[in-house]
C-alpha cells in the first residue's frame, strides 16, 4: 500500500510508537523556531534543561510579535533572546526583519523536513512540503535539546483542489471556503492534506496562506507536496538546492477526503468573532468600514503586497478609513521599496507599519470602539485586535483593498480586471538582520534584565486533589481569552505572577482574585477549551493561581499538551450533561490522585467527586504512559530532570 505525504514526513522522522491513528508517536525535529512573546520562556526552559547547545540541524529566534517598545520590558526580552540564542547555537533574526513565518519560508525552509515551532501558525512550512508543528515552548525546548517530539498519530484528510480559482478570488477565499465547511474543531487530530489538478495552479505563497490557516481549524498541520512550484520559489530564493520533491504515492490511502473545487469559489468573509464565522463578501456588502489592516503571517508575501499596491496605484484611500499596512519581512519591504511599489502604496494614504505582527495580536492599532476593521489576518476572537468593542472581520487583501477604497466592503470584482503579479525569478536576498551564533566553545555572556523573572513550577502531583469550581465557560474559549495579550499585557510574557492577574479576565473579571483567595482549584469548560494560539502562558497563568485540573467537555490539541507540560490535569467530561449540573463555587475531590491518574493511562476514568451531592463524576484522561509519568512527576521539566 502506498503512502501518503503526511506518512511519508513522519516515517522518515519516526523515533517511537506505530503510526496508527490516536495511537502516540514521536518524530525527530530537524528544524525549530522560536518567537518572542513564546521565545522568552522556551529559552528559560531551554537554560532549565542544561544542555549547552542545541542540537537540531536549524533552530531560529525570531524577533516580530513585541515590537512596539513601549517600555524597557520589550527591549530587556530582545537582548535576552539575543544572548540566549547566540551562545547556545542558535540563529538570531532582528527585530524588523519580519515575521517568524514568513521569513523561515523565505530563508529557512526546506521540504521533507520536520519543523517544530513555538507558535500556532508553525503549519506555514507545509506550504512548501514541510511537517511544520505548532507547540509549547517547552516542547520546543526539548526538541532544540535534540529530544523527540510526541504527538498523537493523526488521521489524514486529503483536500482534493480540482479547477482554478477565478479572478479576484484568493488562497484566502480556499482556506475561509474549508472554515466554513469544517469549522474551528474540523481538523482536530487531522492533518489536512492538499492534493489534485488545482495543487499546481497555486504558488508558494498561496499554499502558506492555506496552511497557515489551517491551524484555524484545530489540524495538527496542513501540508502541500513540494513540486516545480516549490523548486522555482526556492530557486528565486537562491536555495534551490533545498529543493526535494515530495508527493503521495498513487495508490495513497487517506482517512477522510473533501473536494473544493477552485474555480466555484467566491470571495468570503469571516464575520465576529470566529474564523468559522463565513458569509460571502457579496452577503453582506455595503458594511461602513472604519479600518483595514493588511499584513499578518497569513498575508504579508511579495505577490500579495504587489497585489495591494498595483490596486492602490494612483487611488486614494476612503476618508473615513484608517488603511495600515505591514509587510510580512524585511525583504518583502526591502523589494516594495526598490519597484517603486511602496510608493503607490504610500501615495494611495496607507500608514506602513514595520515588518512584523502589529495589529494582528493587538500590538498598535486597536480600533475606535465599536469599529468595523476588515483584517487579512486569521483570527478574530473578540479583543484581540485591543479593542473589545470592535467588530473585526476577516477578508483576503484583494478585498481588504476594493474597501479601503469605497469605505465600506466591497467585491473586489468591482475594480475590474484583476493585476496580473508574477512570482518573482529572484527575490531580494540580504540577510544581513540574521546573526548566526557564536562558535562552539565561545564565552557568551547572557543579559537578563529584570523583566525576566521565573515562571512557576509544578510539584509532584499529591494523593488528593481537591478545590472548588473557580469559573464555568462555555464553548470554543480560546487563549486569548485564557491569557490574553495586547499591547499592555505582551511585554509581560516574561513574568507570569504579573500576567496571573489577567488570566480569563476576558470572561469573568473575578477569576484571578477568586482562585487567589481559594488558593486554586479547578476551571470546568464547554467543548474546544484552548483553540488558538500555542502560548504556554494559559497554563502557566492558571498554574501560578493553583488550578490543579480542567475539566472540559473537549480540548484544543497544543493547549492540553500545555496543560499535561505543566502538570495539570486536562479532563474530560464522559457524561456532557456533568457540565451543565456543575454550579460555580461547587468543590470536588479527587482521591487517590496519583492512582487514578495511572489507572487513565490504562483506559480507566478517573472519577471526581462533586461534595455538594456526593456524586462520582467520571471523567476520562486521554494520555499515554508518558504522559502519565509527566502528570505524576508535576510536570515536563521535573520528568525531564529525572533523566527522561
Ligand atoms: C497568535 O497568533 O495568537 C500568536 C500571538 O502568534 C500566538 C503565540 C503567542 O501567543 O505568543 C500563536 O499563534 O501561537
Ligand atoms: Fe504574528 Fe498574527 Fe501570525 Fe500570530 S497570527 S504569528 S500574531 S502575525
Request: hydrophobic share 40%; proline share 5%; glycine share 10%.
Amino acid at each position: 500500500m502506498g503512502l501518503n505525504i503526511t506518512e511519508k514526513l513522519i516515517k522518515n522522522h519516526l523515533v517511537s510508537g506505530e503510526m496508527t491513528a490516536g495511537k502516540e508517536i514521536s518524530i525527530k525535529i530537524d528544524q525549530t523556531l522560536t518567537q518572542d512573546s513564546t521565545g522568552t520562556m522556551a529559552y528559560l526552559q531551554f537554560e532549565a534543561i542544561g544542555i549547552p547547545r542545541v542540537k537540531t540541524e536549524k533552530s531560529v529566534a525570531y524577533i516580530d510579535h513585541n515590537t512596539l517598545q513601549t517600555g524597557f520590558e520589550n527591549a530587556d526580552d530582545h537582548k535576552y533572546i539575543q544572548t540566549v540564542a547566540r551562545k547556545h547555537g542558535v540563529y538570531f533574526s532582528k527585530p524588523g526583519n519580519g515575521i517568524c513565518h514568513q521569513v523561515h519560508l523565505e530563508r529557512f525552509g526546506k521540504p521533507g523536513k520536520t519543523l517544530l515551532g513555538s507558535d500556532s501558525h508553525t503549519p506555514t512550512g507545509g506550504g512548501i512540503g514541510m511537517l511544520a508543528i505548532g507547540a509549547g515552548g517547552l516542547d520546543v525546548a526539548v526538541a532544540m535539546g535534540g529530544g523527540a517530539y510526541y504527538l498523537t498519530m493523526p488521521k489524514v484528510c486529503r483536500v482534493n483542489l480540482t479547477g482554478k480559482l477565478g479572478p479576484w478570488v484568493t488562497a484566502k477565499d480556499v482556506i475561509l471556503e474549508v472554515l466554513r465547511r469544517l469549522s474551528v474543531k474540523g481538523g482536530v487530530g487531522k492533518v489536512m492534506e492538499y492534493a489534485g489538478e488545482g495543487v499546481k495552479t497555486l504558488s508558494v505563497p498561496q499554499r502558506a496562506t492555506i496552511t497557515n490557516m489551517g491551524a484555524e481549524l484545530g489540524a495538527t498541520t496542513s501540508v502541500f507536496p513540494s513540486d516545480d512550484v516549490t523548486r522555482a520559489f526556492l530557486k528565486a530564493q537562491g536555495r534551490e538546492d533545498d529543493w526535494t520533491p515530495l508527493s503521495a504515492d498513487a495508490d495513497a490511502v487517506y482517512d477522510e477526503e473533501v473536494t473544493i473545487a477552485l474555480d466555484e469559489i467566491q470571495p468570503l468573509v469571516a464575520c465576529p468573532h470566529s474564523p468559522d464565522n463565513i458569509k460571502t463578501v457579496h452577503e453582506i456588502e455595503g458594511l461602513a468600514v472604519d479600518q483595514v489592516a493588511i499584513g499578518s503571517c497569513t498575508n504579508s508575501s511579495y505577490t500579495d503586497m504587489m497585489t495591494v499596491a498595483a490596486l492602490l496605484k494612483g487611488k486614494t484611500v476612503d476618508p473615513n478609513v484608517s488603511l495600515v499596512i505591514a509587510p510580512g519581512s524585511k525583504q518583502v519591504m526591502n523589494m516594495l521599496a526598490a519597484n517603486g511599489a511602496l510608493a503607490d502604496i504610500i501615495s494611495a494614504g496607507a500608514r506602513i507599519l514595520e515588518c512584523g505582527c502589529g495589529p494582528c495580536i493587538g500590538m498598535g492599532q486597536a480600533p475606535a470602539t465599536n469599529a468595523v476593521s476588515l483584517r487579512t489576518v486569521n483570527r478574530n476572537f473578540e479583543g484581540r485586535s485591543g479593542t473589545k468593542s470592535a467588530q473585526v472581520y476577516i477578508v483576503s487583501p484583494e478585498t481588504a483593498v476594493a474597501s479601503a477604497l469605497s469605505g465600506k466592503l466591497t467585491d473586489p470584482h468591482t475594480l475590474g480586471d484583476a493585476p496580473l503579479v508574477s512570482m518573482p525569478e529572484h527575490f531580494m536576498v540580504n540577510d544581513n538582520l540574521i546573526l548566526p551564533p557564536a562558535p562552539e566553545g565561545e564565552c557568551v555572556k547572557v543579559v537578563r534584565g529584570p523583566n525576566i523573572q521565573p515562571f512557576p513550577k509544578n510539584t509532584k502531583i499529591p494523593k488528593e486533589l481537591k478545590g472548588g469550581a473557580l469559573i464555568k465557560v462555555g464553548d470554543n474559549i480560546t487563549t486569548d481569552h485564557i491569557m490574553p495579550s495586547n499591547a499592555k499585557l505582551l511585554p509581560f510574557r516574561s513574568n507570569v505572577p504579573y500576567l496571573a492577574d489577567y488570566c480569563l479576565t476576558p470572561c469573568d473579571a473575578e477569576f484571578p482574585a477568586r482562585a487567589k483567595a481559594a488558593g486554586g482549584g479547578f476551571i470546568i469548560a464547554g467543548q474546544n477549551y484552548g483553540q488558538g494560539s500555542s502560548r504556554e502562558h494559559a497554563a502557566l497563568a492558571p498554574l501560578q493561581l493553583g488550578v490543579k485540573a480542567v475539566i472540559a467537555k473537549s480540548f484544543a490539541r497544543i493547549h492540553m499538551a500545555n496543560l499535561i507540560n505543566n502538570g495539570i490535569l486536562p479532563l474530560v467530561f464522559v457524561n456532557e450533561w456533568d457540565y451543565d449540573n456543575i454550579q460555580l463555587g461547587d468543590e470536588f475531590i479527587i482521591k487517590y490522585a496519583a492512582d487514578q491518574v495511572s489507572g487513565a493511562a490504562e483506559g480507566q476514568n478517573v472519577m471526581v467527586t462533586l461534595l455538594r451531592t456526593g456524586e462520582e463524576i467520571p471523567t476520562r484522561l486521554n494520555i499515554s504512559a508518558r504522559q502519565r509519568d509527566i502528570l505524576l512527576a508535576g510536570g515536563l521539566l521535573n520528568y525531564t530532570k529525572e533523566g527522561h
